[in-house]
């Protein structure tokens, strides 16, 4: 259903030979099993199609990100399905639910322990900007301690608004987009 | 009145009742004492055995008078069903003595009444922060504390215990192994945090801490006008959050003293249901899944995705659907919503079937959960347990039939009870209760009453949007109301409904204005939490595991 976006220049394309006469074909075999690529896109193909997510639910929005795992809207379908609850094991960090400030020390040693390359979503109003919560223990938004690929909106967004943050994402990773947000972040609790 | 005076007369025998206050509003039953008697007091009601069942203890915060707070003690009587609020004033930084000694259960509210308000309780052997961070100054609930003013926190506290007599909570024991459980770790649901001291594989002394999710709902509470709390409300317990929509909403109706239209009733008792089935579904889903039975999970979510639709249907939210007013509801329901509801529950009733014979049948989930951590009955009620945990205990207590509200009276459904206590048990009363809701809503989707879903109450529910929009008295009264605000008169009222996970309770103070002064919840699963320490002690960790995932801790209402 989104052809435009799945189809991007990072795809593989196979060198094809489909109009050549046998004999050519004998003659440069390996073409006929061979595609070419930049190693990088090749690379980001694989990333893109194969993210491991850690879902960090703290609240209302992790019940929707159940849902987007579950059975109706399955995120298998994206290659997304091996939810890992170590950050040492996922490349995806998903923050579905309020930061608080008493978590947000947290939060950060969990993103710290994720190897690389990772990415983070923030999921629901509350991890972007903490929502309709501008009270004395919220955190306003996630990315206050850690880099934020990209913020879906909504409280809580509707599974299919995830999914779409999900292939923004792998739209990202697939052209290797730049992120300086993440390139220039320090740990705000580490003193310089 | 009756009671009162009952009570007063039983008080006398041992109290100078001179210096205390009896009164009757709205509907409730209030005694004021002095503070140095409250503790005695407690202990003498609980010893006749009056009021079993503390349900809570919070502060409020009165600035301008010479006693700025009041401690607010809400008792409950399983015997006669009734309630009895108890206030006591205290001024800034003087003490007030603990309830523990009286009702176990006291413990976790008064750190959060010193938490959130500076109230010291003597004697409380463990008075710590307990919702908001250990580096935060000040006490948010205060009228004078800013509700934006943040303080950051740049550490999390080090593994600690709770101290008891003969060991002090924060030196640990070299024998043991010191275990730390969250807050991220899967079986801890996101928020929650246990630690332990481990002796191989069993838990020699627990701790729990909370607060990770403190979204202060309460000063948000009291900085948004009434119809504003709604969509807060339903962010407490997220798994059946329009359970919290009317329980809130009943108590601001009791304050401004309307009835709800039957329609309007009868729905909210369809939403409720729908939300308790729901909301075990989540519960008995991921507690199979802590115990390594995934297929169940997925299974349970198909169910509730089913009633998603459903609820998609109704206000087109799925999960938080902030559909009650104050005053009935949002809006009717469509054309031929009751008869799908009627169609889904079949399916919840074969599903819910399927699903028992899956997990409460099966071996495994049998071993792993049969005799596991028991509560007794005495120690369930001590403790301030509600809901189905309470009933897994064997105590029949369901206020839907002890305080019937919306017509629960007239409706015909069975309050499963347990036995042993264990965390079998509380599985099979959740299942049992998500069949008896499936009645519940059958009965109530048969016969909908006519009539609107909504008072007409020019003060209190705004004008539907045709009226808005095509004249001018629409639009002057839905101007007149945004303005000026649904003001209920001055009063406190405690009003409780029976949610998911037992006994939800708004305690509502209204000074005349357009917000809500104080608005205190009582969370079911608090009390419930409050008591995994004690559960757990000399238990596997896995079996710690279970009983966690069996408490059905929704951080949301946990930490508020």
């Known amino acids: 259903m989104h052809n435009n976006e799945v189809r991007d220049s990072s795809v593989p394309t196979q060198s094809s030979h489909a109009g050549a006469t046998g004999t ?30 850690m879902p960090y639910g703290t609240a209302c929005c992790g019940i929707e990100f159940m849902s987007v795992m579950g059975p109706k809207y399955d995120l298998a379908r994206f290659g997304a399905e091996v939810a890992r609850f170590s950050p040492r094991q996922a490349d995806l960090l998903v923050v ?68 779409d943050g999900i292939m923004v994402l792998q739209r990202m990773i697939a052209t290797n987009q730049p992120r300086p947000w993440k390139t220039n972040w320090k740990s705000p609790y580490e003193q310089a | 009145m009756n009671k009162l005076e009952n009570l007063k007369h039983k ?41 079993d069942f503390l349900m809570d203890v919070c502060g409020a915060d009165y600035p301008t008078r010479e006693k700025r707070f009041d401690v607010v003690y809400h008792l409950f009587s399983s015997k006669d069903n009734t309630r009895l609020r108890i206030k006591a004033q205290v001024g800034d930084g003087e003490s007030i003595g603990t309830a523990i000694p009286a009702y176990r259960g006291a413990d976790w509210f008064e750190r959060e009444a010193y938490d959130m308000y500076g109230i010291i309780f003597e004697g409380h052997p463990n008075l710590r922060r307990i919702l ?46 010191p275990l730390n459980i969250g807050p991220a770790h899967t079986a801890m649901h996101g928020t929650l945090r246990v630690m332990a001291e481990m002796d191989g594989e069993t838990i020699v002394r627990c701790n729990n801490e909370i ?89 349970m979510f198909g169910l509730r995705e ?44 074969r599903g819910t079937d399927e699903m028992a014979s899956m997990v409460v049948d099966n071996k495994i989930f049998i071993q792993r959960t049969r005799g596991v951590c028991p509560v007794s009955a005495q120690d369930a009620i001590q403790w301030g347990y509600t809901g189905p945990m309470l009933r897994g205990c064997g105590v029949n207590l369901d206020l839907r039939k002890s305080n019937p509200y919306y017509g629960y009276d007239s409706l ?17 009363v959740r299942f049992e209760e998500m069949r008896q809701s499936v009645r519940i809503i059958e009965q109530v989707c048969k016969n909908v009453p006519g009539g609107d879903y909504t008072i007409r109450d020019k003060g209190i529910v705004l004008p539907e949007k045709k009226d808005v929009y095509g004249n001018i008295e629409g639009l002057m009264n839905h101007f007149m109301l945004i303005i000026k605000g649904l003001r209920p008169p001055a009063g406190e009222v405690y009003d409780a409904t029976e949610a998911a996970n037992g006994e ?38 896995a079996d710690a595991i279970a009983t966690i995932a069996s408490m059905n801790l929704i951080a949301g209402e946990l930490d508020r």
């Not at chain 2, 902030?322 to 469509?334: H, I, N």
């Open chain 1, 96 to 163: 579905a639910g309020t930061i608080t400030e008493k978590m947000a020390p947290v939060i950060t040693r969990i993103y710290q322990q994720m190897l690389e390359p990772k990415y983070v979503i923030a999921m629901g109003a509350c991890a972007s900007s903490g929502g309709f919560y501008r009270a004395y223990h919220v955190l306003q938004g996630v990315d206050k301690v850690i880099p934020v690929d990209v913020y879906i909106p909504g409280c809580p967004p509707t599974p299919e608004a995830v999914m």
């Open chain 2, 132 to 177: 908001t961070h250990h580096q935060f100054v000040g006490h948010p609930l205060r009228k004078d504390y800013d509700s934006d003013h943040r303080q950051a926190c740049t550490a999390s506290l080090p593994i600690h215990f709770n101290n008891e007599p003969g060991s002090p909570g924060d030196v640990l024991n070299d024998n043991y192994i």
């Open chain 2, 211 to 299: 607060g990770y999710l403190h979204r202060c709902f309460e000063k948000m509470a009291e900085t948004h006008p009434y119809n504003q709390v709604i969509p807060y409300t339903d962010r407490l317990n997220y798994c059946s959050a329009p359970m919290n929509n009317i329980g809130y909403c009943k108590a601001v109706e009791r304050l401004l003293g309307v009835e709800i239209p039957a329609k309007a009733q009868a729905m909210r008792v369809i939403l409720a249901e729908l939300s308790r089935i729901i909301d075990h579904t989540i519960s008995i889903g991921t507690g199979a899944m802590d115990l390594g039975a995934l297929t169940s999970f997925f299974f």
């Open chain 1, 24 to 53: 050519q074909a004998a003659n440069d075999l390996s073409r006929d099993f061979a595609f070419t690529s930049k190693l990088d896109h090749i690379v980001a193909w694989g990333r893109k199609n194969s993210l491991w997510p």
């Open chain 2, 412 to 428: 015909d459904f069975d309050v499963p009870v347990g036995t042993s206590g264990d965390i079998y048990d509380r599985y099979l």
């Open chain 2, 11 to 51: 008080l006398s025998e041992k109290f100078k009742i001179q210096n205390f206050k009896f009164s009757h509003a709205f509907g409730d039953d209030v005694l004021e004492v002095p503070k140095e008697d409250a503790p005695q007091v407690l202990m003498h009601l609980k010893n006749i055995g009056e009021f």
């Open chain 2, 504 to 541: 939800l309770g708004f305690y509502l103070v209204s000074d005349g204005s357009a917000n809500p002064y104080r608005l205190k919840v009582r969370p079911p699963c608090f009390a419930i939490y409050q008591s995994y320490p004690t559960v757990v002690k000399g238990a596997m960790l």
């Open chain 2, 306 to 349: 089913q009633v998603y639709g459903l609820f998609e249907k109704l206000c087109g939210a799925r999960l938080t659907v902030s559909m009650t007013r104050v005053g009935g509801m949002a809006q009717d329901a469509p054309d031929g919503w009751y008869d799908e509801v009627l169609a889904l529950c079949k399916e919840i009733r």
